[in-house]
């Protein structure tokens, strides 16, 4: 094996490790905010769950690009990862409006907060990870899928602050302005996502 295809090979290794570390942590917080939300009401932890789900989906297109049979384009993958996040943006979008429409008051949740909490800490790491190899390599739908790992950490440190104050403080109307503050960052990292860029923070 030339040295070239060597590196080819560890490239390629290096990236579906942090793409099924990804998939793992996801699986996990997708479950843990779905059913945070259900219990507590909480819009801004729906939107959070409902990223998790788009991660998991970015993840796997990425992973996609190595399979003998389902092989997705880079190209295709990064711009799969960028409509995502549009549509994720309109989904929260709806949600909170409802939300404020029917005066929906989010209750306290501390698997709410334990879940986001994690998600801070994990997310920003395994961003910036992807993003380094994404440089290394050239893989655009690598780095689009650092978008979104960057986007979680995002929404993880507004839901958590948005989650914080209303058990400190009572402010529940504070969830669905935590969810409609992400709406933006969704549809600016979508557009990045979708030109294969990155944002300096991850």
């Given at each position: 094996m030339t040295t070239?295809?060597?590196?080819?090979e560890s490239a390629k290794k290096?990236?579906?490790?942090?793409?099924?570390?990804?998939l793992c942590w996801m699986t996990v917080e997708c479950s843990a905010a779905l059913t945070a939300a259900?219990?507590?009401?909480?819009?801004?932890?729906?939107?959070?769950?409902?990223d998790s789900f788009v991660e998991i989906v970015?993840?796997?297109?990425?992973l996609l690009q190595f399979a003998p049979r389902w092989r997705v384009s880079q190209i295709r993958a990064a711009k799969l990862c960028g409509l995502l996040l549009y549509a994720l943006a309109g989904i929260v979008l709806l949600i909170a409006l409802a939300g404020m429409y029917r005066h929906v008051e989010a209750e306290t949740s501390r698997l709410g907060m334990a879940i986001t909490g994690?998600?801070?800490?994990?997310?920003?790491?395994?961003?910036?990870?992807?993003?380094?190899?994404?440089?290394?390599?050239g893989n655009k739908a690598l780095r689009a899928d650092a978008v979104q790992s960057a986007t979680c950490a995002y929404l993880a440190a507004l839901t958590l602050a948005g989650l914080l104050?209303?058990?400190?403080?009572?402010?529940?109307?504070?969830?669905?302005?935590?969810?409609l503050i992400a709406v933006p960052i969704l549809i600016?990292?979508?557009?990045?996502a979708r030109e294969g860029r990155v944002c300096s923070c991850c």
């Open positions: 070239i295809a060597v590196r080819r290096r990236i579906m490790i942090l793409q099924w570390v990804t259900w219990r507590a009401r909480s819009v801004s932890l729906l939107a959070f769950g409902s970015s993840a796997v297109a990425v994690g998600a801070l800490l994990l997310m920003p790491v395994l961003a910036h990870m992807k993003r380094n190899e994404a440089d290394r390599t104050l209303q058990a400190l403080f009572g402010l529940h109307w504070l969830d669905q302005g935590a969810a600016v990292e979508g557009r990045r």
